[in-house]
């Protein structure tokens, strides 16, 4: 268990809809990470916050939005779902602002399919 | 930009035999971390290597960085089924943050 905490697990939605996906770093860390893992795939990161500020963005579609919120849990929200966001979401926490050196510690993910 | 690629996309071995994968950037890292996803799991911090020409093992798996700090290598000795998963190599980018290797998905034959 990485201490990292993400829900739901699983997300069902159809084309069109909007959903937010929650994460909680582990205790004491102030950045947050969000990659996409589709099917076989890499991961693609998409967006860092530390502390509450946007630290770095990656391949984040204008679609998706994310924000760390004062506790430090973040919320990705996915907007305009397409068929091609069906994929697996990870949080990633560290306990420093991103200097290339963190150890990331990964959450268990949420597993978003667009019908 | 920069871009760090992993080599191969899935090796099949049986148990018991080796397995090596293979990370290169297309510039020089300061540092190179290694993450495990076991199926249906989410990826785990292995090592971090940081100087020229360093080898680290641990236990059955030996990772080295090259001594221009572009590649990198994880060898994993006498596979067992517990080793099946997914390798992904990370370096930093010019901004710090990490670019991922696509992985290698080492599969143990039955």
């Known amino acids: 268990d990485s201490g990292v905490t993400q829900t739901p697990k699983h997300l069902i939605t159809a084309t069109g809809q909007r959903v937010t996906l929650r994460c909680s770093p582990r205790s004491g860390d102030l950045s947050v990470y969000w990659y996409q893992q589709s099917l076989d795939q890499g991961l693609q990161f998409l967006i860092q916050y530390y502390n509450g500020e946007e630290r770095a963005k990656g391949n984040i579609l204008e679609r998706f939005s994310a924000q760390q919120f004062p506790d430090l849990h973040s919320e990705l929200n996915l907007s305009s779902l397409e068929l091609g966001d069906s994929a697996l979401y990870f949080c990633?926490?560290?306990?420093?602002?991103?200097?290339?050196?963190?150890?990331?510690?990964f959450g268990p993910g949420t597993r978003l399919t667009v019908l | 930009g920069q871009q760090v690629m992993q080599i191969p996309q899935y090796q099949h071995v049986q148990e018991g035999e080796d397995f090596t994968t293979y990370c290169n950037s297309s510039?020089?890292?300061?540092?190179i971390q290694w993450y495990k996803q076991r199926p249906g799991g989410h990826p785990v911090f292995l090592i971090q290597?940081?100087?020229s020409g360093e080898v680290k093992k641990q236990k059955r798996l030996t990772f080295q960085f090259g001594e221009a700090k572009k590649n990198s290598s994880l060898h994993i000795t006498a596979t067992q089924t517990t080793d099946v998963g997914t390798y992904f190599c990370?370096?930093?980018?010019?901004?710090?943050?990490?670019?991922w290797g696509a992985g290698t998905k080492l599969i143990i034959k039955p």
């Open positions: 510039t020089t890292l300061s540092n």
């Open positions: 990370a370096g930093p980018e010019s901004n710090y943050q990490l670019i």
């Open positions: 990633a926490s560290s306990d420093s602002p991103g200097q290339g050196t963190d150890t990331q510690y």
């Open positions: 290597l940081v100087k």
